[in-house]
């Protein structure tokens, strides 16, 4: 039998092991968990395509919108009601999962965000810590 307290732990410790294990590629997933990302930071290279798996196990739907102050900005004054085309910008419906591939070519700080009403204000907040050679 799984332990519920030991699947979240687990599946961080799955994201760091994989980072970077896939030939070049990165893979990391993502859990949205009580309208809380887990885990909150996630580490990949500079330039190289990571492939995230955004997983909702929430009833309600999110969003993950990763990127710059100025992407934020922009998105907190939105009206975008649903997110399909960009890979950066991912609606998850209730209790579903999406695939994105993702590129940062400079490294930094690229905050992930769920945009909702309230759902920033309540810490529904995490770092893509984007790392150079």
Known sequence: MVRPALVLP??????????????????????VRYSRFVPDVVTAPAGVPVRITLRNDDPIE??????????HARHRTGT?????????EVTLPALSERVTT?????????????????????GMVGVLRVVGD
Do not use: N, Q
């Open 62 to 71: 999110h969003e993950w919108i990763v990127g710059t102050e100025k992407v």
């Open 80 to 88: 975008e009601p649903y997110h399909d085309e960009i890979p950066t």
């Open 10 to 31: 687990a599946a961080a410790l799955l994201l760091l092991l994989c980072t970077g294990c896939s030939g070049g590629a990165a893979d990391a997933v993502i859990v």
């Open 102 to 122: 993702v590129v940062f070519d400079e490294p930094g700080e690229y905050r992930y965000i769920c945009h909702l009403p309230g759902h920033e204000d309540y």
